[in-house]
Structures are given as structure tokens and as C-alpha cells.
């Protein structure tokens, strides 16, 4: 099992750009994949970009490619999600996800795919 704490989030102007980083207990770290995923108000939860367990494999959706990365660095247990020119459809809440499971094409969009989940921080872009 593992659990999952998000930080990084706040304010920022528009084109601006914010890291946010999810941190990892458990010493297994490296065998999950996580995945960031964000939800607006009154919108349904949206697969934003995720890596496999070692890293060496990212996907994202295509409104954040070129904008997003995701990386990690699995000696510190953490994910990053670097986001730059961030625009005011960005804002959300953005969660980290973990699972154990191979990250098969299309499934991992899902947010059934992923049994753990972090508490979420608030992405609020501004213009």
C-alpha cells in the first residue's frame, strides 16, 4: 500500500508556471506508476499525465503536452509535475494517483485504474 501527499499548488498569473510534487510513503515505491489527474467545480475528475514505475515511460493528455512534465525521482519517493504557461483553464484541484498495475494504453485514463490517491492541491491560475 502506499500513500500519497500533494504539494505545490497556490496562485499564479497566467503563462506563469507553478511544480507540484507528490510524495510517496512505502519502500516500493518504484514498482507504481502514479498519475496527476485534476478535477474543476462542477467537472469530472481528468487524467492529466502519468510515468511508470521507472520512469522511463510518460504519457498526457493533449491539452497539456508541451506545457506539462511529469518526472520523478524515486530515491526521494516523489512525483513532479512541472506545468509552464499555465493558462486559466488550468485551474483545478490536482491529484496524484498510484497504482501497481502496467500503465496499458487508454485504461489508465481512468480514474478506476488507480486504488490510491493523495488529498489533492488547489491549482488557481489567474489573468
Known amino acids: 500500500q502506499v500513500q500519497l501527499v500533494e504539494s505545490g499548488g497556490g496562485l499564479v498569473q497566467a503563462g506563469g508556471s507553478l511544480r507540484l510534487s507528490c510524495a510517496a510513503s512505502?519502500?516500493?515505491?518504484?514498482?507504481?506508476?502514479v498519475g496527476w489527474f485534476r478535477q474543476a467545480p462542477g467537472k469530472e475528475r481528468d487524467f492529466v499525465a502519468a510515468?511508470?514505475?521507472?520512469?522511463?515511460?510518460?504519457y498526457s493528455t493533449e491539452s497539456v503536452k508541451g506545457r506539462f512534465t511529469i518526472s520523478r525521482n524515486n530515491a526521494k519517493n516523489t512525483v513532479y509535475l512541472q506545468m509552464n504557461s499555465l493558462k486559466l483553464e488550468d485551474t483545478a484541484v490536482y491529484y496524484c494517483?498510484?497504482?501497481?498495475?502496467?500503465?496499458?494504453?487508454?485504461?489508465?485514463?481512468?480514474?478506476?485504474?488507480?486504488?490510491?490517491w493523495g488529498q489533492g492541491t488547489q491549482v488557481t491560475v489567474s489573468s
Open positions: 494517483a498510484a497504482t501497481s498495475r502496467a500503465l496499458i494504453a487508454g485504461n489508465y485514463r481512468g480514474t478506476g485504474y488507480w486504488p490510491y
Open positions: 512505502g519502500r516500493t515505491f518504484s514498482t507504481y506508476a
Open positions: 510515468i511508470t514505475g521507472g520512469g522511463g515511460t510518460t
